[in-house]
């Protein structure tokens, strides 16, 4: 069994058995799937200890690269309509239900749980996204205003995205929690570079193959897997990054991360979510800003 | 005044009309010689007894002493607060806090002229401004959040949005008790507690505001008001038992906030500086633009964060534009801040009043083209003429960095997208200016200018129920509106 990955574990060892076709898990950077320009890779294990693959390990080099890809693509994805971005999430969520097995595989080999509770944390993350898509086109009625100001003038305020996000998704969870923190910051407008759970980055992997076959822009969504404490700083301190999840930063580093990002003032989220709860809509607003809009009201 | 002489007579001799003198009465204010900090309802010395001067800047004439206070006071400040948030106003109904905010209001409206006086002589911006914007804005401030204080679980933040705690609030100088009303109104409303740091050169508007807290029979610790510099506004952001920090000012001192409460759960919001575009396309209503740019940079002295201190003017109007822009400029009076026609006041400080000087000076030696009007400044105090560039381009210090003054720096455009391109290239993002009659094309403009505020066919118009505050490096979080109360709640 050994060095066999996730995927061939059940082919029975047998010369008169076809031999599997493996998978290189590499990045997604800009729509592509580039290996590490640093050359290095990390091997991914399962709970079981057994070898699944051997995975990208991003470097700061390759972090830069996929900042330049995200804020390329700010133009293109901010400017869509909320109905258009809607529907091209929605598309994903369908493509993600498609891949359900291989995704229920993936967790179950990462996380260490039952095929049956892996895959309703698959369904929950297609859920979450058909949720997270949906609001498209109703944040900025539920976060925008029409505000009555003491003059003839016509007053309104609505989110917009801030930008480039960065994303540290959480470690424990390879595909909700991932999904949860990668949703909320595009349905917006904003375009994002997220570093996969450095345990378990497989699964998001996967999910960078959905994306790239779906409706996403190149450079929408980036996806890096690797080292956590060797990107996170880059991140931080990254002077063309808007705002920085902290999600899946070590608890011993979020100070100096938040330190980082007050160079620039990046917006900082910090999560700390029951993945299986219903999310709010906080994640929404921590990567849109309100703008406000005057004109006089006059003949 | 039909015949052609009585035209004649208006072209040719009114810039020599003298405007007589109309200065407002001094006599509505009475300063005292010193103040105290004004900590759990009562004024008291500082715990160390040190004091500073505040002074006139149209004058130097020192006003009133004030105390300085250091970080004892700033924990019995924080601690005050800390009680009675816990044991008073946590506890109160909204109702019951909607009604001190309504009689704040009201106080502010009946000492209206006392407060835009005191405002006038320790600030120096021309009692014009003072009366008809800070002290009118500043209690519909208040009035406005009064009506959010038993409403909160309305306003979209859930069933019992919570306070924070208590509030750290640092402000500064240039619209020293509109600031304070911007700090403290929602706060209050949301069921927090305050510690407010005014800054050092304007001081007075908020100790009386502290007085009107007082006779208004605010519970005692509810409202602090801690007088000093910025080692007083460092303690009290740094103090632990602060839950919220507010600050508005430069972006360099928010950096440093940002930075210094990394890593703890206090929340923060800012508001931080900027340097506006206001941008004239070849249809804008050009006599109204002319009025917008002025207001837009020469409000206040300039002394504005949202000030439209980058003037982008499409090529082919830029020679009518900055002619008329300039005869305008010319009409500007410059002078005593209590003069009720009194366009420009007194550069705020020293301090200012060299960081503009040393801001212009570079943009000579950088090669862009200096023009004021003819403008006699007085021999005491701290004056600026107002000021315009010409040839200006991106690289300048003086497109790039907030001057804080009467200076505009002019640039041009040819397209739309090289207007939005251009006003874009900044690390700030507050406000931003949109001068045109095509309605699609203001709403493309708005759309694209990474801005808190844009302002079409208009300029500098602020209101508590608009949302305020930066994209960027301006800041984050907004006061004012709905939005305004998401800074005070646990959300």
């Known amino acids: 069994m050994d060095g066999r990955a996730v995927g061939t574990a059940w082919l029975p060892i047998s010369m008169s058995e076809r031999l599997g076709v493996r998978k290189t898990y590499k990045l997604f950077v800009g729509g592509a799937f580039p290996r590490s320009e640093s050359g290095r890779s990390y091997p991914v294990h399962g709970s079981d200890g057994q070898l699944l693959a051997y995975a990208a390990q991003a470097s700061r080099k390759d972090l830069r690269d996929a900042i330049v890809a995200a804020r390329r693509a700010v133009p293109g994805w901010s400017g869509a309509t909320a109905y258009n971005r809607g529907q091209v999430l929605y598309r994903v969520a369908e493509l993600l239900e498609g891949r359900a097995a291989q995704f229920t595989a993936e967790v179950a080999a990462a996380e260490g749980v039952s095929s049956e509770r892996a895959a309703e944390i698959v369904e929950a993350a297609i859920d979450r996204w058909v949720w997270y898509a949906g609001w498209s086109d109703k944040l900025a009625q539920v976060a925008g205003a029409a505000n009555p100001v003491a003059g003839p003038y016509f007053n309104f305020s609505v989110p917009e995205p801030t930008g480039v996000v960065c994303m540290l998704a959480p470690p424990e969870s390879s595909l909700l929690g991932l999904v949860s923190v990668v949703a909320p910051v595009i349905v917006t407008g904003n375009t994002a570079v997220v570093v996969a759970s450095e345990p378990y980055p497989l699964p998001a992997v996967t999910l960078a193959e959905v994306l790239a076959t779906s409706d996403v822009p190149p450079g929408v969504v980036n996806v890096l897997t690797g080292r956590v404490t060797e990107l996170a700083p880059v991140a931080a301190s990254h002077r063309d990054v808007n705002a920085i999840d902290l999600t899946g930063a070590p608890d011993a580093d979020r100070a100096a991360l938040e330190r980082a990002a007050a160079g620039n003032l990046k917006r900082v989220y910090h999560g700390d979510e029951e993945w299986e709860e219903p999310p709010g809509t906080g994640r929404l607003l921590a990567t849109v800003e309100v703008k406000t809009v005057w004109h006089p009201v006059g003949i | ?491």
Not at chain 2, 275 to 281: D, E, L, P, Q, W
């Open chain 2, 1 to 491: 005044m039909t015949s052609k002489a009585g035209a004649d007579l208006t072209v040719t001799d009114a810039m020599a009309w003298e405007y007589a003198p109309a200065p407002e009465s001094r006599d509505v204010v009475s300063i005292a010689a010193e103040y105290g900090l004004f900590v759990d309802g009562e004024f008291r010395p500082a715990a160390d007894g040190t004091t500073f001067a505040t002074v006139n800047p149209a004058t130097e004439e020192p006003l009133a002493r004030v105390s300085d206070a250091g970080t004892a006071d700033v924990e019995a400040a924080v601690k005050a607060a800390r009680r009675a948030y816990k044991q008073v106003w946590r506890r109160m109904p909204g109702s019951e806090r909607a009604k001190y905010l309504y009689r704040i209001a009201r106080m502010l409206q009946e000492r209206a002229r006392e407060f835009a006086v005191l405002e006038s002589l320790d600030n120096g911006k021309p009692i014009r401004e003072s009366r008809d914007v800070d002290v009118p804005l500043a209690a519909a401030h208040f009035f406005y959040y009064a009506g959010w204080a038993d409403k909160l679980e309305h306003a979209g933040f859930g069933p019992a949005p919570r306070p924070l705690g208590v509030a750290g609030q640092v402000i500064p100088w240039n619209f020293p008790l509109l600031m304070a009303a911007w700090k403290l109104a929602p706060a209050l409303a949301a069921g927090n507690t305050c510690v407010l740091k005014p800054a050092e050169t304007t001081p007075l508007t908020a100790l009386l505001l502290a007085q009107v807290c007082q006779q208004a029979g605010l519970p005692p610790g509810v409202v602090n008001v801690l007088t000093g510099g910025g080692d007083t506004g460092a303690a009290l952001v740094r103090q632990p038992g602060v839950n919220k920090i507010a600050f508005t000012g430069s972006t360099e001192v928010g950096k440093q906030i940002a930075a210094a409460v990394a890593g703890t759960p206090a929340k923060v919001t800012l508001e931080l500086g900027g340097k506006a575009a206001n941008i004239v396309f070849d249809d804008a209503p050009v006599e109204q633009a002319i009025e917008g740019i002025v207001s837009g940079i020469f409000f206040n002295q300039g002394h504005v964060c949202c000030a439209g201190s980058r003037l982008l003017v499409q090529e082919s109007v830029a020679d009518i534009v900055l002619d008329r822009l300039r005869r305008r400029l010319a009409t500007l009076r410059l002078g005593d801040p209590l003069d009720k026609n009194t366009d420009i006041g007194a550069i705020n400080s020293r301090q200012q009043l060299d960081k503009i000087t040393d801001l212009v000076a570079s943009g000579d030696a950088e090669g862009a083209e200096r023009w004021s009007p003819p403008c006699e400044l007085p021999d005491r105090g701290f004056w600026f003429p107002p000021t315009v560039f010409t040839g200006v381009s991106q690289s300048h210090r003086i497109a790039r960095e907030e001057i804080f003054g009467p200076v505009l720096s002019v640039l041009t455009f040819r397209t739309p997208e090289e207007a939005i391109a251009k006003a874009n290239n900044t690390p700030y993002g507050l406000s931003a200016g949109v001068w045109t009659e095509k309605g699609s094309r203001i709403l493309w403009c708005a759309q694209r200018l990474r801005a808190g505020v844009v302002w079409a066919n208009t300029y500098n118009r602020f209101d508590p129920a608009s949302p305020f505050g930066g994209y960027q490096e301006s800041g984050h979080g907004r006061e004012g509106g709905r939005h305004g109360l998401a800074a005070y709640l646990d959300v």
